[in-house]
């Protein structure tokens, strides 16, 4: 099997498999509660993202000391409380990183 023909199987076997439960599960079996529940599966796997990307380097090993990553997550989380803005702090959070990075 080709690698092209492997990653497109992968592909579509991904995508069937997270549809279906889009399109077989009916809208009326959730109740108010289930649908709350639901509300905070996002929150909930946002760290789970982005932390290793913070906290770890291109190796693994955790950095917590002279990470510049850190502080930029630090100031970009200040601006997005204040500013409400996902492209504010997206932006804020890259200055602020290669301003560390490039200038200090």
Do not use: H, Q
Not at 18 to 27: D, G, P, V, Y
Not at 93 to 101: K, T
């Amino acid at each position: 099997m080709s690698n092209w023909a492997l990653i497109i199987y992968c592909g579509l076997i991904t995508y069937l498999t997270r549809f279906s439960m889009i399109a077989l599960i009916k809208k009326e079996m959730f109740n108010d509660r289930i649908r709350e529940v639901l509300s905070y599966v996002p929150s909930a796997i946002f760290p789970a993202i982005i932390f290793p990307a913070i906290f770890f380097d291109n190796s693994g090993s955790f950095i917590l000391e002279d990470n510049p990553k850190i502080i930029a997550a630090i100031i970009a989380t200040i601006i997005g409380i204040f500013s409400r803005s996902i492209i504010a702090t997206i932006f804020s959070g890259l200055a602020s990183y290669w301003f560390i990075i490039f200038v200090i």
